[in-house]
């Protein structure tokens, strides 16, 4: 598991604890994670297993979890060209 992939993301033992982000970044700073931090973790931890155990289902899950990194980027990007990134609004 990479270590240090996100201080809001912790491990002991079997147990995980993700802190969200409260509140906009802008508004309160970065007190959390978000859901991409989710998502490579959850990318990582299939790595990690992956290379003792390979299969095609987590290649395949590694492949989606991708798509679902970039659909996210693109949201931040329609945001950023809206002016909304880093607040509540919706857009």
């Given at each position: 598991?990479?270590?240090?992939?996100?201080?809001?993301?912790?491990?002991?033992?079997?147990?995980?604890?993700?802190?969200?982000?409260?509140?906009?970044?802008?508004?309160?700073?970065?007190?959390?994670?978000?859901?991409?931090?989710?998502?490579?973790?959850c990318k990582s931890w299939i790595d990690l297993h992956n290379e003792t155990h390979p299969c095609d289902e987590n290649r395949l899950a590694m492949v989606r979890l991708m798509e679902a990194l970039s659909w996210l980027k693109m949201r931040k990007l329609n945001r950023e060209a809206l002016g909304i990134e880093g607040t509540s609004t919706l857009g």
């Open positions: 598991m990479e270590a240090g992939l996100n201080k809001f993301i912790t491990t002991e033992g079997s147990k995980i604890t993700f802190k969200f982000q409260d509140g906009p970044i802008s508004v309160s700073g970065v007190n959390g994670c978000q859901i991409d931090d989710v998502i490579m973790w």
